[in-house]
């Protein structure tokens, strides 16, 4: 089938998908990948040497997902590149792929259909606090939720707790509940009927936000749109290789060898990501 030692595939067998984050994020993307696109071979790299990347400034990071995404893609050589990442994506996208010889599809804030799912026209964007600043975020709002009121909040805490999960620790729901909280304050936050989750850790939590939320709202998912955008590329390019690899492969590759990484093992295998390796 054409596999390569190194994970990657060779041009005539099963597509190689690399999704890209700063932790375990990139998983919630992953997973909608692996349910459309379930013949490819996954390469799920995490930069946790430089995690948490919402808390560091766009100097810092810019080089940074550039030098990490460079290195995965000439040891992998994936057909296409997932920076399933927000921090990263309203960042770094228009210079990777002006750099890239490779179809990058990132993760943005899912604005736009928040906006058009929205009945109140007020919205929450649930992100890092990288994500809320971007001029990128302020760009998708004045070009598609220009008629709606946005209410932002950045946590770096809910990235922490994402990580926590996944590593089996126990989420105490109150904890979430005092973090979203000011979404929900006065008047407006009575009226907000639907919130963005603008960055990949977020869906892990989703279980505990929806009961951390004072009533039921529309919460916005962008992975599955962005699994069948991968799927489209793939497909425009001739790769989707849906009929080959009985068996895919899926490795889970990080920046540091830490304890942490040895406590994530069960969620990566949950997910398909049988082997690890480090870059
Ligand atoms: N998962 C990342 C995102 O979608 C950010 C997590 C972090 O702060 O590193 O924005």
């Known amino acids: 089938m054409g596999v390569r030692a190194d994970g990657g595939s060779g041009r005539g067998g099963a597509p190689a998908i690399l999704v890209f984050d700063s932790g375990v994020g990139g998983l919630s993307v992953l997973a909608e990948i692996r349910a459309l696109l379930p013949a490819a071979n996954l390469i799920f790299a995490s930069d946790n040497a430089a995690f948490p990347y919402g808390t560091k400034t766009e100097a810092e990071l810019l080089p940074r997902v550039s030098e990490v995404i460079d290195r995965l893609v000439a040891r992998f050589t994936p057909d296409v590149v997932v920076v399933a990442c927000n921090t990263a ?59 709606c009121i946005v209410r932002r909040l950045g946590s770096a805490e809910l990235v922490d707790l994402a990580e926590r999960k996944l ?8 904890v979430v509940s005092g973090l979203i909280a000011p979404l929900f304050e006065g008047e407006l936050g009575g009226r907000l009927d639907t919130i963005v989750l603008a960055c990949t850790h977020f869906p892990l939590l989703g279980e505990e936000l929806r009961a951390a939320a004072p009533r039921a709202l529309a919460w916005i998912d962008s992975a599955p749109a962005v699994a069948r955008r991968v799927k489209a590329v793939l497909e425009e390019r001739g790769r989707s290789g849906a009929a080959e690899s009985p068996h895919p492969r899926g490795i889970a590759v990080f920046t540091a060898e830490t304890p942490s990484v040895a406590a994530l093992i069960p969620a990566l295998r949950r997910v398909g990501l049988d082997e690890t390796a480090y870059l």
């Open 89 to 147: 994506s309203t960042l770094a996208l228009p210079a990777l792929r002006g750099r890239l010889g490779v179809p990058v599809v990132g993760v943005v804030p899912a604005i736009k259909p928040a906006a058009m799912q929205s009945r109140s026209g007020v919205i929450g964007l649930l992100a890092t606090p990288a994500t809320v600043r971007r001029p990128y975020t302020d760009n998708l709002i004045a070009a598609y939720a220009a008629e």
């Open 167 to 174: 590593r089996g620790e126990r989420i105490d729901r109150a």
